[in-house]
């Protein structure tokens, strides 16, 4: 997440339709129906692009796995520095390195590639004269989102799935518009959602001031009103979620350790909240904005390799250069202001907000320079094969993870520190960049992108090569 993870995580956000510009015949006379799309009908360097991005979102999302939410948030908390470590030496550097190149930077190109995945699925709809293309966009979001809030009540609360389903709602209406009216909405959105949160950091600074009044009378043998003791009560239910006191990290690490029932308890109790609370006032307002602007870059020919090599190599050092030094200020700050949860909302958390759209562009433009170059062929293979088995890949890492972490599995939650947690990244990313080649050699789809077709379609897809 990153807002909380997301995990971050589906086509159009997980399969984009082409991988090589199509061959285009005329429209039949009578317009088939829709089909599911073959091989030679994608774009690699989306494919890799996406491959990318699901790759390092486990990043992020490995905190939230392994660690109660404030290990996500703060890396200074006292009260879980027994669990996730000291902010210094290794842990330090860990930190370091997922804020500055993954933390909501591949969330958002995620989020961009939902919103070409549209793009691209309409243009083919529309140039082979495809009939009900609304009917099997529509269909394959009921089955994103089944799927999405089943993997967030029974497996893990972090799932972007449904919010992704959600907010795919608003792209359908839109996909005619212009790349410039796409990105401008978006943009607004983007701000929309970061002035909501100035709005709450205010709030919470209240919160915090009126919690202080209640302590204050409770240590002089008082007794708080009960509005103070709301305000307390309150404030102590939001600061946890950024610096648990000792007791509070203790509880929150022994409920995920437990036996199943406690673990789908506690996780159901963290998704709820996101889904009534989170989505409206944070997680809707940036997804669907970066969804629109990604597919006016999709319309722009950035995605697909299209544009020329001076391109991407002016968004690659624009993008570094403009998001880098923004994200160094807010990482100042953050550091400055002990990741307090009132700052947070109200200015050093949108430091990465803005920089990390600029260091997403900065990875998409290193991305399709090494794509038009035809270098790394080695990786990208295997980067393109992640992604177009994105959904199969993204659910997996939430299904490694949680028997990992999870009581149900080997119960190593709050057991590795932050540093310790990237080598377990790094294992995952080895064993997905060799099984979903190997995968694909094999079969048409990845287990999860098969049976999203086949219930999206209703009717069972070929699986065998």
Known sequence: MSTPPAHAAAAPAFEPPMSEPPTFEPPALAAPALAPVVAGDRFGSVDTLRGVAVLGILAMNIMAFAMPMAGYFNPMSAGLAPYQGEFSGVNRAAWWVQYLVFDMKMITIFSMLFGAGLVLMHDRASVRARRGFAGVYYRRLAVLAVVGLVHAYLIWFGDVLFIYALCGLLLYPLRRFRPATLMSVGVVLVLVGMVITSLLGLLAGFMRDEAGVAQAIIASGGTPTREQQGWLDGWNGMNSGFNPTPEQAKEQIESFRGPASTVVLANAAHALPMHLFMFPLFFFWRTAGMMLIGMGLMKLG?????????????????????????????????????????????????????????????????????????????????????????????LSQSLICTTIFYGWGLGYFGALERAELMLVVLGVWLAQLLWSPWWLARFRFGPAEWLWRTLTYAKVQPMRI
């Not at 990741?339 to 900065?362: E, I, Q």
């Not at 290193?366 to 088995?389: D, E, I, P, S």
Request: proline share 1%; glycine share 14%.
């Open 302 to 394: 950035v995605f697909s390799a299209r544009r020329s090599p001076r391109f991407y190599g002016t968004l690659m050092l624009v993008g570094y250069g403009v998001g880098l030094a923004l994200l160094l200020v807010g990482a100042r700050e953050l550091i400055r202001t002990r990741f307090d949860a009132v700052d947070y909302h109200l200015y050093t958390g949108h430091f990465n907000a803005v920089g990390s759209v600029f260091v997403a562009l900065g990875h998409v433009g290193l991305v399709m320079l090494v794509c038009q170059k035809g270098a790394l062929a080695w990786l990208t293979g295997r980067l393109g094969a992640v992604g177009r088995m994105a959904f199969t890949n993204y």
